[in-house]
Every structure is written in structure tokens, then in C-alpha cells.
């Protein structure tokens, strides 16, 4: 059989801004899937940089796997793309969608190349252009789900160009008036989106209507936001692997907060998989697969999750890989190309992915040393102007029956590595285990 795996990149990207680094690297999780199908042949066709399917260095390929045939795409246009694909005769296509700053829309490109890949009689897993388009704008999210009887809390919509509306004919902007009235009857506090934005970026927690009126009339406003009321709970991630009638619903792991009470990737650590039933996990499994079907997903999507104590809500839709597909790639011992491929439930065992700041490449090689370390993914812009924007290491370490023993695992890292363990990080992710009721 005949597998491509693709994705694209529709923003400027210059490679010898950013520097990636993944172990185990990517070249050897694809040696080790030509290992066990010896059946299959694999092809990976990509853009720069080409994240979960390729390592690279600077503005190409690091290196390859001897027994994968490679392609980087030149042309922009779907059209060529589709050719491209379509000229390798392939028997199953799989988007391998990634995400990338300023906006989480790369899978939207890859939504249209599958549907016009499957016109034309190719079998393809991708999510549909709709389910993207939905799961883009947090404004359609929320619509979706309020119409689908899922759990949400109440949202009022900003539509920046008539909040913002003169014309010399206009007295009063009355949709201005109207929109701060409802955010007024909401209860307070709540999130304010950018309808658009990437992950936690451009969001802010408000605990008042003034504090949100000030915001929404400055120059921070810059685009269409959605104010939504914030969800008091503890906040998980899930993924769900498969195909119509054949998903796989992982089970979540639980999220840390910054101090502003959100997730951010470059902050949150995880632990999991949490199967607690005092979570009510089969009543989260019974919505996800609700959600699946509905969103008809195909390949890998992921989900934000709040759980208040009783109630589970779904808070944002990603119909791509994520930053928590390592963290069950190191749970169940499989590589992302093998979780998306299998067709059976795989077995877990505990995780945890905890965040450093940059480390150098002695303090790598030191923390690869440890059995209990089984990934490193780290993410350098060496272009960056604020220090929040230089990157971060993630170490996932594991695998564990016991979570109980993750937390010995942090332990140690912190008592051996004092000069590179945050002393915040340190503190949260105690708190996790805390919410667990391990510690």
C-alpha cells in the first residue's frame, strides 16, 4: 500500500530564524514504521517547516529516512499541489496539519486539497473545509456548539469594523451601545478572544464590564473578538484519532494555567491520561464522539476542555495535530504516524510533558541520558524581539503505570537541575498532581 502524508504552509516562513529540534527525530519514528510495515510504502510531501513529518535544519530537510520518499512543495497554488500528490498514485493520503503563527489556519489548505484529492477518486483522510472553517473562528465555535447542545456558557460577539464605525452621516454607533450592553448582563468574569487568534495569544481575562469596555475601546482592539464567560474548573486536552464510524477517543490530560487563568502552550504541563471516574470521563467520551461525528473528522483532531465538577465543556476545536500529540505519542509508546494508522485502541501508561526555557545542547544531551525521558520537542525563534517570543523545551518523561511515579520523576528534576527547573513550573505542576489527588 501506497501511504503520502502532506501538509502545507501558508505563512512566510524563514528557517534560519527558527530552530526545531525533536528526539526522537522524526527520521527515526519513520524508520521505525518502514520497520514494522514492510508492506507499505511511504512518501512525505510537505512545506517548510514541515512540523511532526520531517527535521530540519535551517531552510531544508535534516535528514531523511532511507526507506521514505520526500518532497517539499514549491508552488503555492492548490492546483499544482493536487498534481503533485496526485502524480505519486498514491492508495491513501493523510493531512498532516500543523500550526503555525499568527493565525491557526494551515489546516483550512489542507481541508481543500483533500476534498479535491477525493474528487478525483484519491481515498484521503483530512478534516473537511467546513469542520476547519468552523473550528477557526472561535465565534463559529461557539455557535456550533451552542446549536448542538453542547455545554456553553454565554458569548457575545464583537464585530470590530461596526464596533468602531464613523461615517459623517452616523450621531451614535448604536451596535457599539448594544454590544457593550449584553456584555454587561454577562457574569463576570470572562474571556475575551480574538475570534481568530492562535492558542492563548491575544486573549485576556477580565473580571469586571469596565475592565472589558477598556479593552475593547483601546488600540488592543484590533480585530473581530468574542467575550465569553470564563469556565471555573480544571482544564484538560483530549485528541481524537480515526475515520467516520471508527474513532478513538484518547482519554484527556490535564492542563496547567498561567496566572491569568488560561492554558498556553509555551507555560501549560500535562499529566494523564486521567481516567478518574469521579470525572465523569464516559460522559466526556459519549460528547467527543458526539463531536466527531458531527464535525465528521478524519485523521487527528484535538479539543480544550474545562471540567467545573460536574459539567464538561468543549472549548476549542483544533482539526490538527497539536501540542499535546507528543504527550500520547510517549503515553502509548507509538509514533504519531502510528496512532493515526491503527484502527485499534492502544494501551497507555502515564506521562507527563513539563516545560523548561531554552536549554543548551549539553543540557539536552544530559536530560536524554535518563531512562525516564522519552522525548524532547524544543522551539527556538532566533529572531525574536520580546523574551516571550524566544521559544521553550518541553521533556515528556514516563512511561509509567503509576502516576503516582511521575511525580517522583519531577522530584528529581528539580533537585538535579535547579539552574534550569522554574521554580513556577515546579510549583504547578505539583498543583496538578494535587487535583489528581496524588500528592
Known amino acids: 500500500m501506497k501511504i503520502l502524508f502532506y501538509s502545507t504552509n501558508a505563512n512566510v516562513f524563514n528557517g534560519d530564524e527558527w530552530n526545531y529540534l525533536t528526539y526522537p527525530s522524526i527520521k527515526s519514528q519513520l524508520d521505525e514504521l518502514c520497520k514494522k510495515h ?55 493520503v493523510i493531512a498532516f ?38 473550528s477557526f473562528d472561535k465565534s463559529l465555535t461557539h455557535n456550533f456548539l451552542q446549536a448542538n447542545g453542547f455545554n456553553v456558557k454565554n458569548a457575545v460577539y464583537v464585530n470590530h469594523e461596526l464596533f468602531f464605525k464613523t461615517k459623517k452621516e452616523i450621531k451614535e454607533n448604536v451596535y457599539q451601545l448594544a454590544v457593550l450592553h449584553e456584555i454587561e448582563k454577562l457574569n463576570f468574569p470572562v474571556v475575551v478572544k480574538d475570534t481568530t487568534g492562535l492558542s492563548s495569544f491575544a486573549m485576556d481575562v477580565c473580571s469586571s464590564f469596565e475592565e472589558v469596555k477598556k479593552l475593547l ?9 468574542l467575550v465569553e464567560e470564563y469556565i471555573h474548573g480544571l482544564h484538560f486536552g483530549s485528541e481524537i484519532y480515526g475515520t467516520p464510524g471508527n474513532y478513538r477517543i484518547m482519554p484527556p490530560f490535564i492542563l496547567s494555567l498561567n496566572k491569568y487563568g488560561i492554558t498556553s502552550p509555551k507555560q501549560s504541563i500535562k499529566i494523564g491520561p486521567v481516567t478518574d471516574n469521579r470525572f465523569k470521563i ?29 459539567k464538561w465543556y468543549i472549548v476549542d476545536i483544533n482539526p490538527r495535530l497539536s501540542g499535546i ?20 485502541y492502544p494501551d497507555f501508561e502515564c506521562a507527563m510533558n513539563f ?25 527556538e525563534n532566533k529572531a525574536a524581539k520580546q523574551d516571550r517570543e524566544v521559544g521553550y523545551c518541553e521533556i ?13 520523576y519531577l522530584d528529581f528534576l528539580n533537585e538535579h537541575f535547579p539552574q534550569i527547573v522554574e521554580p513556577l513550573f515546579y510549583v504547578r505542576g505539583k498543583e496538578l498532581f494535587k487535583m489528581l489527588g496524588i500528592s
Open 97 to 134: 496539519s500543523f500550526w503555525l503563527a499568527p493565525f491557526d489556519w494551515l489546516c483550512l489548505k489542507d481541508s481543500i486539497i483533500g476534498e479535491k484529492l477525493k474528487g478525483r477518486g484519491i481515498k484521503a483522510w483530512f478534516n473537511p473545509s467546513k469542520t476547519s472553517l468552523i
Open 38 to 92: 514492510p508492506e507499505n510504502e511511504y512518501i512525505v510531501l510537505t512545506q517548510l517547516p514541515g512540523l511532526f513529518l520531517v527535521d530540519t535544519d535551517g531552510n531544508s530537510i535534516a535528514e531523511k529516512s532511507n526507506s521514505v520518499t520526500y518532497g517539499l512543495f514549491e508552488d503555492d497554488s492548490i492546483e499544482c499541489i493536487v498534481e503533485k500528490i496526485f502524480s505519486y498514485n498514491p492508495d491513501l
Open 355 to 379: 516545560k523548561f526555557p531554552l536549554l543548551s545542547a549539553g543540557q539536552l544531551e544530559e536530560l536524554k541520558h535518563y531512562d525516564f525521558v522519552k522525548a524532547v520537542r524544543q522551539y
Open 217 to 225: 475601546l483601546s488600540k488592543r482592539n484590533n480585530s473581530d473578538r
Open 282 to 310: 464516559d460522559e466526556l467520551n459519549e460528547q467527543l464522539e458526539r463531536l466527531a461525528n458531527l464535525m465528521q473528522f478524519s485523521g487527528i483532531a484535538q479539543t480544550d476542555l474545562v471540567f467545573d465538577g460536574d
Open 325 to 344: 500529540s507528543g504527550t500520547y505519542s510517549v503515553s502509548t509508546r507509538k509514533s504519531i504516524f502510528e496512532l493515526i494508522l491503527d484502527s485499534e
Open 396 to 408: 515528556i518523561f514516563g512511561t509509567t503505570k503509576k502516576i503516582e511515579k511521575l511525580e517522583q
